[in-house]
């Protein structure tokens, strides 16, 4: 499957962005996602994932209660609307796929990955 994540941008602190991965290649219908991001001299690190049928999600501490991962398998589409942006929160954010076993919140659980997009956050 190939993944296509959009959505990323400069945004004052405070602000929201959503962001969008669009899957083709394959039926979406029983995929895992996952969105990572990956800040300037760090790791790339888990922020969140969804199960293919939506109804368990994942989240690090630090995005709890501001960032919100959803699945729409009829557009084959995962978002992640961010919400009370920080300027910790900047970093290219990629998406990533796994039709293998449970959801996954380590990078090592996921087969695809996204090209990522850049969101900057200023304060």
């Known amino acids: 499957v190939q993944l296509q994540a959009s959505g990323g941008g400069l945004v004052q602190a405070g602000g929201s962005l959503r962001l969008s991965c669009e899957a083709s290649g394959r039926p979406f219908g029983a995929y895992h996602m996952g969105w990572f991001r990956q800040a300037p001299g760090k790791e790339r690190e888990f922020v969140a994932a969804v199960s293919w049928s939506g109804d368990r999600t994942y989240y690090t501490d630090s995005v709890k209660g501001r960032f919100t991962i959803s699945i729409h398998n009829a557009i084959a589409t995962v978002y992640l609307q961010m919400n009370s942006l920080k300027p910790e929160d900047t970093a290219v954010y990629y998406c990533?796929?796994?039709?293998?076993?449970?959801?996954?919140?380590?990078?090592?659980?996921?087969?695809?990955w996204g090209q990522g997009t850049l969101v900057t956050v200023s304060s």
């Open positions: 990533a796929a796994t039709d293998y076993g449970d959801v996954q919140t380590s990078l090592k659980g996921y087969d695809y």
